[in-house]
């Protein structure tokens, strides 16, 4: 936000009224107080709270800006950099693609997407991060088993797994897309295509990964680390909860392959930095019901409006916040982190495939040029001088959402260029 020490206004009302724009930053100012007085929250989505509040308002801190030709002073507020805030989404995204650009190889790639069964909602929201984490576990053993078997593939292969926890409603809708090299290295060296149109047996699957997700919910039943729902207190009601969970048909389903990698590209834009809701999805907030945009899958993609009460809009955004630290995105098999470059070598040889470009580094200012046509530097009053930066105001040292007080809260912000 660049402006003349105009501070933030709080909109409410449909989207799209004469010079308001609705955002969740609107409605969690409004609203945070009630909700947190009635609501026991985590202290990550109290700082998700605060820092979607503060987003770009001096709350966030600020960079005071002087016009080298013209002397216009401005103040551009801070972005507060917070992975579940929608205004902050694009930047990180668009850096994360540009990496990612240089890794992709000349192939089909498959996208396949494991869901857990919604009788686990509960237990989740009680052990959110050893359940993600068993979630992982349980699609990463699933596609590499598959990949070296010598039926499908015979080699390693290489996948992106991009957790997702909601559906178009907000309800929690826990699921992992994951993005399939159309092949994969084997022990010898050599680069195994898989088919252009057919990777691994979907029900097959489905059968191997509710078996490997379940052997580890057992067994985190028995070393005790989990917190229980009461109707779970009890061993005989645990063993009841498995056997109805191995009975449940798993949904584990594949769509069409991506002819290649900008296609790729353009589909992990769309998934892997999206957050729960975006501010273009809200339609209107009255100060009790919010309505937004969404789409029904269960009935043929039909789009329509949902009408939440606050309370429950907030409930179900709060969802979806995932654990301090925990990765959402993640890389297995010839992909993995830790040997990425060795494999991706390896497997370019095997293709006779070229060392790709690096990537080209690029400024924030020169990415907002690139993407916006707008050049942050430029004197918006003038249109020729370039902006100096003279003061930085840092940000509030505990910045709270209003009336979520019960705790201190570390201040957290990120300054733009």
Not at 59 to 73: K, W
Not at 205 to 219: C, D, I
Not at 315 to 322: A, G, Q, S
Not at 388 to 402: E, G, M, N, Y
């Amino acid at each position: 936000m660049c402006a003349r020490a105009r501070p933030a206004a709080c909109c409410h009302g449909a989207a799209g009224s004469p010079g308001c724009r609705l955002e969740l930053a609107d409605i969690v100012r409004a609203a945070a107080a009630a909700y947190c007085a009635g609501h026991h929250l985590a202290g990550v989505q109290r700082r998700a709270l605060a820092d979607i509040t503060a987003c770009r308002t001096a709350a966030a801190g600020a960079t005071h800006l002087r016009c080298g030709s013209c002397g216009a002073d401005f103040v551009r507020y801070h972005s507060c950099g917070n992975r579940h805030c929608p205004k902050c989404q694009t930047l990180a995204k668009e850096r994360w693609l540009a990496a990612r650009a240089a890794e992709l190889l000349p192939l089909p790639y498959f996208h396949v997407v494991f869901t857990l069964p919604h009788a686990l909602n509960v237990l989740i929201q009680a052990n959110p991060r050893q359940l993600y984490g068993l979630l992982f576990a349980a699609v990463s053993a699933t596609l590499l088993e598959f990949g070296r078997n010598a039926r499908w593939l015979g080699a390693e292969i290489g996948a992106t797994l991009v957790l997702h926890t909601w559906g178009q409603n907000l309800s929690q809708h826990v699921h992992v897309h994951a993005l399939v090299a159309g092949g994969g290295l084997a022990p010898d060296g050599a680069f195994v295509r898989a088919g252009a149109r057919f990777l691994f047996p979907v029900k097959a699957l489905s059968q191997v990964f509710r078996g490997k997700f379940l052997a580890g919910l057992e067994a985190l039943f028995a070393k005790s680390g989990l917190r229980l729902p009461q109707d779970l207190g009890q061993e005989p009601a645990r063993r009841r909860f498995l056997a109805d969970l191995r009975r449940t048909a798993w949904v584990v389903y594949a769509k069409r392959p991506f002819a290649g990698p900008q296609a790729v590209l353009q589909y992990l834009g769309r998934y892997t930095h999206r957050i729960a809701i975006s501010n273009n999805r809200l339609v209107s907030f009255d100060g009790r019901d919010v309505r937004f945009r969404w789409r029904d899958y269960a009935h043929g993609n039909r789009r329509g409006v949902m009408r939440l009460s606050v309370d429950e809009f907030l409930r179900r955004f709060l969802l979806h916040v995932l654990p301090a630290g925990f990765t959402r995105i993640r890389h297995i098999g010839f992909m993995a982190n830790r040997r990425k470059a060795q494999c991706l070598a390896k497997a370019r040889a095997a293709l006779a495939l070229p060392e790709p470009p690096p990537p080209a580094t690029e400024s924030v200012a020169e990415f907002m040029l690139r993407v916006s046509g707008s050049d942050p530097t430029l004197c918006p009053v003038c249109g020729t001088g370039r902006l100096a930066v003279i003061s930085i105001q840092p940000p509030l040292r505990a910045h709270r959402a209003p009336g979520c007080d019960n705790g201190p809260l570390r201040a957290r912000a990120r300054a733009p260029p």
